[in-house]
């Protein structure tokens, strides 16, 4: 199952831009929507639920966790895979990420090709809940 | 133990002196020589009988006063004793002959007496009262009440006979006509009194020196007693004729010189005792005042109290810790000085402790809260001991504020607590722009690859950026470190020129053309300052107001003011900006807190940085929310309290 559409949540706008430009290259194909707090996050997901989502956690207004935490709550479906892509690895902050079950993957900036291609194998075992990684 | 010592010699001479004196008479009595009575004949005043008791007790005195260690024999011998003196006084009261008097011995002589052999009645009741109180001691192994009582009344009749052969006054050693009590009857009676009354004493605890006093004046008065007595009686002898020397004179003198003596020894004993009482009282005053000294002047709080929880006394430390006077608390139940739930429980506590023994406080010492007269509670570390004294227990209290303490202590964790934080922080911030600097390096070198060029500059002018904000973040790192760590000398600052110069110099930054200034700040008014950190200040608080301008708002502006109010400088911002979310305003001047979710180019330290500087120079900074738009207002005392 290919990926169709990614929602990049960075306050960043150079990282914003990577992800756009690593999706793009990975596969032209796949829509980018893009949210610059976990709030406007939020917004975007009450209209639309993507097939994945990639999330930095230090944001102002909203920050990651805050954003996983209502996210979690107030929806009850929820994007297939979400990978967390942070500038620096924190053993507290990964622990705490991977406890939310659509929590696939925990990355570390910039975001590659690689880190893609293994969202969209977790994509392909999260639609076959036997094959789940667990 | 001296004294112990001293006691058991005192009672093995005074029964020996006893035994020696009546053996000897008693070997006069078995001599029969009618040569001894015309040389001696007071000696045989001392009959056969009373000199067997004498024997007799001597002994059982020793046994049970002396040694204690056989108190069976002593009361066996002192009861025989006391049987011969028994049957006498009832021949004397009852006028009857039992044959008691010459059971033993048939007296060759009749001295002082009006039967031959019989012991005197005053002889007899002292033999009684001895025996019974060397009974009372052997029962008991030790010094009673009632012994001492014999003792005396024994002390009374024999000193007061003797001392009557001293100064002629004949009645007290023969209470009727023919019937003398002999001068070593007399006078062994007074050693074993004497004995029976001082021996043991300090076991008792009673007062030697004011039993003596007493037995003297008692004695003394006694004597007198007689001595009136006698004396109409002495008048009409001393008409006839002068034999023996007892007449009224002599009587007169012997009794005026035994008055001059005793007030003498009374008088010699007083003035003493008056020295040595302040002598000692001196001592015990310089001692406390040592003492006081020390607890007057004491940091700590002192606070003594009863069993009951009664405050007894407390020390101007305790005043100055607890806002009471002394007076106040003195009297007053302890618990007044703690708060709730304490202050309701503490008597239970005390009662607790009396019932059960066991310490929750006492000799431990711990932290516990205090409450002041304004009623605000406070931290105390308290340690109790338990004082016995003679009549009564109380706890003596040592208490100390430790809320200066427990504040800093306070202050550290935060301290800490930020430093965690800022590590963490900058952990991520100081990574995250070269992350998107590397991935953009990548991107550009795809492009190259790929000859897709056209964005090319546009990539590069991202990597640029990234490296800006980089760079900020470590030249706010630096000026943070600056803030917190360097000494620097005051110097007078023209504040509408810093203005104007800082402004000039952030002429760099994005939209800063934009902005309309207004200064209003008097170009005389300056300030002492330490110039980097107040630069510092008017850095921040300028650069927030560009950096946070509204884009959309037409004619964007910052009104900048300063004025002096109430020895105070005080710094105004205001801009018609951004402003700050509703809600948000508690993150504003945190560390690392980004509130414009647009404008990420902050490093999120700036205002945490205003107000470190701020605090550093002792003053406060304060944020409003405007129609459209944020004053800040920063408030520096004139007279530099300098906070480091």
């Known amino acids: 199952m290919r990926i169709r559409s990614i929602l990049t949540v ?33 917004v975007v997901l009450r209209t639309t639920t993507p097939d994945a989502i990639i999330l930095d956690i230090n944001m102002p207004v909203m920050n990651g966790f805050e954003f996983l935490e209502q996210y979690a709550r107030e929806f009850s479906v929820h994007a297939p895979v979400v990978a967390m892509l942070t500038s620096s690895h924190l053993g507290s902050d990964r622990g705490k990420a991977l406890s939310y079950h659509f929590v696939k993957s925990y990355f570390e900036k910039p975001l590659t090709l690689a880190n893609l291609r293994l969202m969209s194998e977790l994509l392909d075992l999260s639609s076959d809940p036997v094959k789940r990684p667990g | 133990m001296h004294y112990e010592r001293f006691g058991k010699v005192a009672a093995q001479a005074i029964s020996w002196i006893c035994v020696a004196i009546a053996s000897a008479v008693l070997a006069a009595w078995l001599t029969r020589s009618i040569a001894l009575v015309q040389i001696v004949p007071t000696l045989f005043a001392m009959q056969f009988n009373t000199s067997l008791c004498f024997i007799a007790t001597g002994l059982a005195f020793h046994l049970a006063v002396a040694n204690t260690r056989r108190p069976t024999l002593a009361i066996v011998l002192s009861a025989a004793a006391a049987c011969i003196p028994l049957a006498s006084l009832i021949q004397q009261i009852f006028v009857v002959d039992l044959g008691i008097d010459r059971l033993l011995y048939d007296p060759f002589v009749t001295v002082g007496v009006d039967h031959a052999g019989r012991m005197v009645p005053n002889a007899a009741i002292c033999f009684i009262l001895v025996s019974a109180a060397i009974i009372m001691t052997a029962v008991r192994g030790r010094n009673s009440l009632a012994r001492v009582l014999c003792g005396l009344i024994v002390f009374v009749i024999a000193s007061s006979a003797l001392l009557g052969y001293v100064i002629g006054v004949e009645s007290s050693h023969n209470w009727r006509p023919l019937a003398q009590m002999s001068p070593q009857t007399a006078f062994c009676f007074s050693l074993l009194a004497g004995g029976l009354v001082f021996i043991g004493a300090r076991e ?56 001059g003596a005793l007030y003498a020894g009374m008088f010699a004993f007083s003035f003493r005792s008056s020295q040595l009482y302040r002598d000692v009282a001196g001592r015990l005053q310089e001692s406390e005042k040592r003492l006081a000294a020390i607890i007057e002047t004491a940091v700590d709080g002192f606070i003594t109290i009863d069993a009951r929880g009664k405050v007894l006394a407390v020390n101007p430390a305790c005043e100055k810790i607890f806002g009471y006077r002394a007076d106040e608390i003195l009297q007053q139940n302890v618990s007044m000085l703690m708060p709730t739930p304490y202050h309701e429980a503490h008597n239970q506590y005390l009662e607790n402790y009396r019932i059960t023994g066991r310490a929750k406080i006492i000799g431990i010492g711990r932290e516990v809260e205090g409450r002041r007269k304004d009623g605000s509670t406070f931290p105390l570390d308290l340690s109790v001991a338990k004082v016995e004294l003679d009549h009564q227990v109380i706890y003596s209290g040592i208490v100390r504020d430790i809320s200066e303490r427990k ?120 300030t002492m300052r330490r110039a980097s950190r107040f630069q510092i200040i008017i850095d921040n608080l300028l650069s927030n107001a560009i950096k ?97």
Not at chain 2, 425 to 437: E, F, M, V
Not at chain 2, 554 to 580: C, K
Request: proline letters at 4%.
């Open chain 2, 407 to 526: 504040k800093y202590e306070k202050d550290i964790l935060e301290a800490n607590a930020e430093l965690e934080e800022f590590s963490y922080r900058t952990s991520h911030d100081l990574r995250s722009p070269i992350a998107s600097s590397l991935g953009l390096v990548g991107i550009a070198r795809d492009m190259i690859d790929t000859g897709d060029t056209q964005d090319l500059k546009q990539v590069l002018g991202r990597i640029e950026t990234s490296f800006r904000k980089l760079d900020h973040l470590i030249q706010n790192i630096i000026s943070l470190t600056r803030t917190k760590a360097m000494e620097e000398a005051e110097s007078r600052i023209p504040i509408a020129q810093t203005v104007r110069e800082t402004l000039e110099r952030l002429h760099y930054m994005e939209n800063a053309e934009r902005l309309r200034v207004d200064i209003a700040i008097d170009d005389e008014l300056t």
């Open chain 2, 204 to 259: 008792r605890e009673y007062p030697r020196s004011t039993i003596a006093a007493m037995l003297a004046v008692v004695t003394y008065l006694l004597l007198l007693l007689f001595a009136y007595m006698e004396m109409p009686h002495q008048n009409a002898l001393a008409e006839n004729l002068q034999d023996d020397g007892s007449n009224p004179r002599s009587t007169l003198l012997g009794i005026v010189l035994l008055s």
């Open chain 1, 10 to 42: 960075d306050d960043d706008e150079n990282d914003l831009f990577i992800c756009a430009y690593t999706i793009r290259k990975f596969d032209p194909e796949v829509k980018t929507l893009k949210a610059m707090n976990g709030r406007e996050a939020l």
């Open chain 2, 548 to 644: 946070y301008q509204d884009p959309v708002q037409t004619r964007p502006e910052i009104r900048i003011g300063a004025t002096v109010n109430s020895g105070n400088l005080v710094l105004t911002v205001a801009d018609n900006g951004l402003g700050i979310e509703p809600g948000t305003e508690h993150h504003l001047f945190q560390m690392f807190k980004r509130l414009h979710p647009q404008h990420s180019f902050g490093s999120g330290l700036g205002l945490y940085i205003l107000k470190k500087s701020v605090e550093q120079l002792g003053g406060t900074v304060a944020y409003n929310r405007l129609q459209a738009g944020s004053l800040f207002t920063v408030t520096l005392p004139e007279k530099n309290h300098h906070a480091h």
